[in-house]
């Protein structure tokens, strides 16, 4: 599976708290629309991503966690739905100007989302989905760049200027829209089905324990992804190694 994954032309990713005997630990989903790895570590640190996916090329979809600076920024696509939830915040502060630059962002994010999923359904040929991408863009630039000049609030004009120094990676979807989404709800799909697991399985006790939930829940939830019965593939791949 991990090979296959890393031959992948993108994945999502995503992590979440785990505990092993009361420790803290972590689960990551790596995933695209046919895979899904579970892996359960110690850490949520860049030495995860170097085990994984070695040297791995393609798009990675993600939040705008640091440790996914492992990858090239070239093929790093950040979350759009992460991206909104922030502009959200932006307009609901009691400081005015904040709020009229967070509204701004929060009705360009939501272009975003509608124009590519008009795109998606044909709706709107290629000329008319860049342009109408180009001018989003040339606005989401402008008014983040005005975000970062509001002289009293420090922290929206910081996470503001931090946004700019990524703002190239918010756009890589351009690149291929009809293979590289503009969100990473297929990665947070999968982890809300590995907290529902651990909600009910109070975690993991040992180190087989991990290794048995992250080999199940990989093979039940690729299962999942490709319709197929998951108890019939756990057979199935029984049979081969038996």
């Not at 949520?44 to 170097?50: A, F, M, N, S």
């Not at 503001?160 to 969100?183: C, G, H, N, Q, Y």
């Amino acid at each position: 599976m991990k090979e296959e994954l890393q031959g992948s032309e993108y994945l999502h990713i995503d992590e979440t708290v785990h505990k092993n005997q009361g420790k803290r630990g972590w689960s990551w989903v790596i995933t695209n629309k046919a895979l899904k790895l579970l892996k359960v570590t110690e850490s949520r640190g860049k030495k995860v991503l170097k085990s994984l996916l070695p040297e791995y090329d393609g798009i990675v979809v993600s939040d705008r966690y640091a440790v996914y600076n492992y990858f090239n920024r070239e093929n790093r696509q950040i979350c759009w739905a992460h991206l909104a939830r922030d502009f959200e915040r932006f307009a609901h502060s009691k400081n005015v100007e904040v709020s009229k630059i967070g509204q701004a962002l929060k009705s360009l994010s939501n272009k975003v989302f509608v124009v590519d999923k008009a795109k998606k359904q044909n709706l709107i040929d290629n000329l008319r989905f860049y342009r109408l991408m180009r001018k989003i863009r040339k606005r989401v630039k402008h008014f983040l760049r005005k975000m970062t000049r509001v002289v009293n609030s420090t922290q929206a004009s910081r996470m503001a200027a931090k946004m700019l120094r990524s703002e190239d990676m918010m756009w890589k979807f351009l690149r291929k829209p009809e293979v590289i989404e503009t969100t990473n709800n297929l990665a947070e799909r999968q982890i809300r089905r590995y907290v529902i697991y651990r909600k009910n399985s109070f975690f993991t006790w040992s180190e087989r324990g991990e290794r048995f939930v992250e080999r199940m829940l990989s093979i039940f939830l690729t299962s999942r992804l490709n319709g197929q019965n998951p108890f019939q593939k756990l057979q199935n791949l029984v049979a081969v190694t038996a």
